[in-house]
């Protein structure tokens, strides 16, 4: 994280490992083409507990409550859609290797895994394994052994429950989101980030659940899908990595989707409702280094070819598209290539830059922070956030000194007693009419 520390130069390879936490997963599969059908058949999806959960190694601290860290986790997904996790235990403290499954699913918190994790950065790791078919056969969980945890949000540790809840979303087959109040966003800040211990990401977000549903049910719900297309040198080219959210009308961010390599993206597990559509290329808090690290996405570094950020559904005035139950919904893009300048990449409160969302709590008054190129160019008229309820105090917007290599920028938010909870979205637009989003920054409880 940094700080706000003037004075202090800090180089830009200190930014690189100062910005939040990478996750790391594997995801090992027999075939590496279509996400379709990547999900458990069986039911109940059998979680085997390894004794290290009862008697955990020293990285733990000390009477932290890890079994029920694990149970909210596991009921938050069974919550969120119609799965059902059954424990029992097995005296295995190590995650199968690759290729060489046994059919057991172990959560372990052994130092005999330490050897999966390259940086004690990473807080866990789930390997999932395949049929021929695509469908979940085993998934294995090990949190970081040379990582610290706690359940309390003791500072500079992570937050178990949190842990838990990102690692149980990839045994479901989930992929990491680039909604930045997601739990399976590809970051896990330690407690202590904003002065705050980090346990947002216990509660799934919309975008979290609308995931599950879509593999899951109970109905599969509505989706909206398409592809994104461009043209350079006068030849029609598909956009592999470009981020598409849907926020609904009160501007809660309800979906994310990564377009693949063919430029197509889907959002599913909908429910109906009205929602604005917005493009995006990955070069913010989450970037596409992050979702590049594993899965369907595995070797993205950048959105290619990658273009200036839009509101979506060309096709109505309002910018909005209806979606009724149980619908298929299409809505491709053309889109120009140019390359943002306009790019922030950091979010931060209570003096601190982070990737992680920013907890506001309804009836507050909070000081935000943006970091990126160019946003000393953003007037506070080209500030705004997604929900109606929070409001800017157009006298308040400031230049701040980071030591960060790009500008700085603060501004207060009221927040109204009656915003609903979920993840809100930043929105900027420079003076030659550049948008810029930050999906989801903004979470309440
Ligand atoms: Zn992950």
């Not at 594997?26 to 039911?43: C, E, F, I, Q, Y």
């Not at 929602?275 to 595995?298: C, E, H, K, P, W």
Request: proline share 6%; glycine share 10%; charged share 15%.
């Amino acid at each position: 994280m940094m700080r706000k520390t003037p004075g202090i130069a800090i180089t830009l390879i200190a930014l690189g490992l100062a910005v939040g936490t990478v996750r790391a997963s594997v995801v090992v599969s027999p075939d590496n083409h279509s996400t379709a059908g990547r999900r458990w058949l069986r039911k109940p999806i059998i979680i085997s507990f390894s004794p290290s959960l009862a008697s955990p190694p020293a990285n733990i601290k000390s009477d932290s409550d890890v079994l029920g860290a694990l149970r909210r986790a596991m009921q938050s997904w069974a919550n969120a859609a119609d799965v059902q996790f059954l424990e029992t235990s097995t005296s295995t403290e190590t995650i199968s290797p690759p290729h060489d499954g046994d059919g057991v699913n172990v959560i372990t918190l052994s130092p005999a895994n330490a050897a999966v994790f390259r940086s004690s950065d990473s807080p866990g790791q789930t390997r999932v394994f395949y049929d021929s078919g695509g469908t979940i056969i085993e998934a294995d969980i090990a949190l970081n052994p040379n990582a610290q945890f706690s359940t309390d949000g003791t500072p500079g540790t992570f937050d178990l429950e949190s842990a838990f809840a990102h690692e149980l979303g990839h045994l479901l087959g989930l992929e990491h989101s680039a909604i930045i109040g997601a739990t399976m966003q590809p970051r896990q800040a330690k407690n202590g980030v904003y002065g705050l211990p980090a346990t947002t990401q216990r509660s799934l977000s919309a975008d979290d659940q609308a995931h599950a549903r879509s593999l899951y049910g109970p109905q599969n719900g509505s989706s909206i899908s398409g592809r994104l297309t461009t043209n350079v040198a006068g030849r029609a080219r598909m956009i592999y990595g470009a981020h598409v959210f849907a926020e609904d009308i009160s501007g809660r961010v309800v979906a994310g989707s990564i377009s693949n390599a063919s430029g197509n993206y889907r959002l599913e597990g909908l429910s109906p409702g009205v929602y604005r559509l917005f493009g995006q290329s990955l070069n913010g808090a989450v970037a596409a280094l992050d979702i590049g690290q594993a899965g369907t996405y595995f070797g993205l570094s950048d959105t290619t070819p990658d273009f200036r950020s839009f509101v979506g559904s060309a096709s109505t005035p309002s910018q909005s598209l209806n979606v009724s139950g149980n619908t298929a919904n299409r809505l491709s893009f053309f889109v120009f290539t140019k390359s943002p300048a306009l790019t922030p990449r950091l979010i931060g409160m209570n003096a601190e830059l982070s990737t992680a969302a920013l907890p506001l709590k309804p009836g507050e008054t909070f000081t935000i922070y943006l970091a990126g190129e160019n946003l000393d160019q953003v007037t506070i008229e080209g500030i705004s956030l997604s929900s109606p309820l929070m409001e800017i105090d157009n006298t308040s917007l400031k230049e701040e000194d980071f030591s960060t290599p790009y500008p700085v920028i603060s501004f207060r938010v009221t927040v109204g007693a009656a915003v609903q909870p979920g993840d809100y979205s930043i929105r900027l637009r420079a003076a030659d009419g550049e948008l810029a989003y930050l999906p989801g920054a903004l979470t309440i409880e």
